[in-house]
């Protein structure tokens, strides 16, 4: 692939036409500063590369600890149930009258 590439024509790195006066590729963003080479479009953006390992990156970042479910979540439950229990009693009440 060539530094030589200008549009219109297809891109050298992905094959997308580039239309006349382009200045990069509108699919994988190759432009004459990358050399029309596919692989450097992303360079820059601080990605991760192949040999991130996600999993050992939770590991440190977070201490390895499991999420424990807060105390919120157990409180609206509960508030849930006894709602529900007054919604069933007011239905009720009537019946006994």
């Known amino acids: 692939m060539s530094a030589r590439f200008k549009p219109p024509g297809q891109c050298p790195a992905c094959g997308e036409w580039v239309p ?6 509108n699919d ?9 080479n596919g692989d450097t479009h992303a360079d820059g953006l601080d990605l991760p590369d192949n040999e991130f390992d996600y999993d050992d990156f939770i590991a440190r970042e977070f201490g ?9 979540t157990n409180l609206w439950w509960w508030v849930a149930l006894v ?3 007054i919604l069933v009693v007011t239905a009720l009440l009537p019946l006994f009258r």
Do not use: F, I, N, V
Not at 28 to 36: E, R, T
Not at 64 to 72: A, F, I, M
């Open 83 to 85: 709602l529900l229990l």
């Open 64 to 72: 390895g600890q499991t999420s424990k479910q807060p105390l919120t």
């Open 20 to 25: 006349r006066g382009a200045a990069a590729c």
């Open 28 to 36: 994988c963003g190759a432009c004459a500063k990358s050399g029309w």
